[in-house]
């Protein structure tokens, strides 16, 4: 059963609601993104946890994937599935759990007592467990990304993940379908318009001109990661002039 639990989806640090960074819950036992925000969770819920989708290799999205791990030791409820793409996979294998930063994956990976899975998954791969199937769709952000749909009892929600505006985020959400509630980035003001391109994020007239160019609106916006040092002049810009009728500025 579906039951969406914002943990985290702060571009940054801050200390506000969801300050913590990029953290899904859609049930009791998966998440999309592992971000500082899976600290919400108590150690009993920590345990519970067994599949991770992970949407791209930057740090706000895995930085508690460590520790995270580090807790499952003594649960019953292992191994824990981390499902990513094979950038991302790589990434963590070489950057993270290289015996340097955190220990290697052979000690997690290996034996009876395994606590890790790995599991690659591409663009257009589905899964469904517990009920929830969960597609993958590529976006345009500066590493390889995936967004997710999640469907389930004829609900339909979907994470954007870090992407900008363009061609290919317009026909991935159109393919789609009917969205009850998509939740989409607005990481930077309009006047750094030149920094979200760069770094492929979005701003609220980029976000206004996604929604603009669906076929089909969705039921509800949840607009996420906004940047700490502009979220006050984001949130006064997107209550000002919001993207859709139905926008909840997480």
Not at 48 to 68: E, K, V, Y
Not at 208 to 219: A, D, K, V, W
Request: aromatic letters at 6%; glycine letters at 6%; one cysteine or more.
């Amino acid at each position: 059963m579906l039951n969406i639990q914002v943990l985290g989806c702060s571009g940054g640090l801050s200390g506000n609601n969801n300050g913590g960074s990029t953290c899904i819950q859609l049930n009791h036992n998966i998440l999309i993104d592992a971000g500082t925000g899976l600290n919400q969770l108590s150690l009993t819920q920590m345990h519970q946890i067994r599949h991770i989708f992970l949407t791209h290799s930057h740090m706000d999205h895995i930085a508690a994937l460590p520790t995270f791990l580090s807790n499952q030791y003594g649960s019953e409820h292992l191994p824990v599935t981390v499902y990513a793409q094979p950038h991302t996979l790589e990434k963590l294998k070489d950057n993270i759990f290289n015996g340097d930063i955190w220990p290697e994956l052979s000690s997690m990976t290996e034996g009876a007592e395994a606590i890790l899975a790995f599991e690659e998954i591409q663009p257009g791969h589905s899964i469904t467990l517990d009920g929830i199937e969960i597609n993958a769709f590529a976006v345009d952000h500066s590493v390889p990304t995936v967004g997710y749909s999640v469907k389930s009892q004829a609900r339909h929600f979907v994470f954007g993940a870090d992407t900008i505006a363009g061609r290919q985020l317009t026909e991935q959400l159109n393919r789609l379908g009917h969205i009850d509630t998509l939740m989409l980035e607005c990481a930077f003001p309009d006047e750094l318009l030149h920094v979200a391109e760069k770094t492929k994020h979005m701003t609220p007239s980029l976000l206004q001109n996604t929604l603009q160019s669906l076929e089909r609106q969705p039921s509800k916006l949840w607009v996420t990661h906004l940047k700490p040092n502009y979220e006050a002049t984001l949130r006064e810009t997107l209550a000002a002039n919001p993207p859709h009728n139905n926008t909840v500025v997480l």
